[in-house]
């Protein structure tokens, strides 16, 4: 059975054919960085647009990579939430069309149940159950995992998302967009310590984060410097240090919690490398093991959305045929396939 997976919940076009047996085929992206670049960040209307340019011809470049053809694709996996709603639609309705056109059934995929599950494409994936952080540009989650479908938030960001502070950050340092990479990139010139930024929330019980402090704060340290690159670095090194330290220890706290021994760590931060070091070096340490996906898995991508969807299409799911897409969809409401 391949499955195609379609992604087009935010800025990036995602496309993937995906086989139970065989793995995954072919997956291409299409990024719109540079369309929203000269803006600052996403402007919703434009990606929308965007989409409906490239979503079309991405899907054919992918068929011919994965070699194969209309026919024996037997599922489509659509990303139907959270996300930009036009964005989301552009997505559900050509999946929704082409399902319909091709007699095949479709399933609406959680946009965070496929960046959850994205490990589970590596060489080595984390059995079940497992406890994992997703850190993406909108959401920032401790989820204790026992099975596909079966999600218990434990904690979450009650203001900033992770990836969305390190965007807001950036763009106090003046730095361009996307802002997650390049702050990393600054404060890899960075000096650790000069400035001591605080951990927010880590002094009292409890999973939940908070991160909005953390830009006010950046602003009265830089607001102190006399804002030269290296002054800037060492800020840039200090927020990333007090994010990464932060997620660490609620990580840790979340296993003891849950007496669990793997974590899997997924979504756009978790391509951070200062991150993924940090938790390695946990990990030794404490005696359990961190799973994360290959980087470019990390950010989104097409193939995590035709994989979480062949979990419910080989488990004979489908749905009736309306165009789903939902901006807000808490995790916990899922189901096991
Ligand atoms: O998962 P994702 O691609 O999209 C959402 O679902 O939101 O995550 C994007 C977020 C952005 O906020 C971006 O700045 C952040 O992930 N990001 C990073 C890094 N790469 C991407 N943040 C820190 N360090 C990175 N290397
Ligand atoms: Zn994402």
Redesign the pocket.
């Known amino acids: 059975m391949n499955v195609l997976g379609i992604e087009t ?2 800025d ?1 076009t995602g496309v993937a054919v995906y086989h139970p047996q065989r793995g995954l085929l072919a997956h291409t992206l299409y990024s719109q960085a540079q369309t929203h670049a000269e803006y600052g960040g996403v402007v919703p209307e434009l990606a929308s647009r965007d989409h409906v340019k490239r979503l079309i011809p991405l899907i054919r470049h992918t068929l011919r990579a994965a070699e194969t053809d209309v026919e024996r694709i037997a599922g489509i996996a659509y990303t139907a939430g959270p996300g930009l709603i036009g964005a989301l639609l552009v997505g559900a309705s050509v999946a929704r069309s082409l399902a319909w056109a091709w007699n095949i059934p479709s399933v609406a995929v959680h ?1 965070m149940e496929g ?1 959850l599950l994205a490990p589970l494409l590596e060489p080595e994936p984390p059995p079940f159950p497992f406890v994992a952080l997703l850190v ?4 920032t989650l401790l989820v204790r995992v026992e099975g596909i479908g079966r999600y218990e938030t434990l904690g979450e960001s009650l203001d900033d998302a992770a ?2 502070a ?2 807001k950050t950036a763009k106090m340092l003046g730095l361009g967009y ?4 390049a ?2 990139r600054l404060a890899e010139k960075g000096e650790s310590g000069r400035f001591e930024f605080p951990r927010p929330m880590t002094d009292r019980p409890g999973l939940d984060f908070s991160f909005s402090g953390l830009k006010t704060h950046t602003l009265t340290t830089l607001a102190n410097t006399s804002g030269h690159l290296q002054d800037r670095a060492d800020v840039a090194r200090a927020f990333q240090d007090a994010v990464v330290d932060t997620l660490t220890i609620k990580c840790r706290r979340a296993l003891r919690a849950c007496g669990l021994k793997r974590l899997v760590v997924a ?3 978790s ?3 200062l991150m993924r070091e940090k938790l390695d070096k946990m990990a030794r340490e404490g005696d359990f093991k961190v799973y994360f996906p290959r980087l470019e898995f ?3 991508n097409g193939a995590m959305i035709a994989f979480a969807g062949c979990q419910r299409l080989i488990h004979g799911r489908m749905e009736p045929p309306e165009i789903r897409a939902q901006p807000r969809w808490p995790l916990d409401e899922l189901r096991p396939p």
Do not use: K, Q, R, W
């Open positions: 919940s935010c990036e946009h960046h993406s540009g909108g959401h990836g969305e390190f965007d996307p802002g997650g990479p702050l990393a979504g756009g931060v391509a951070n490398l990390c950010t989104d």
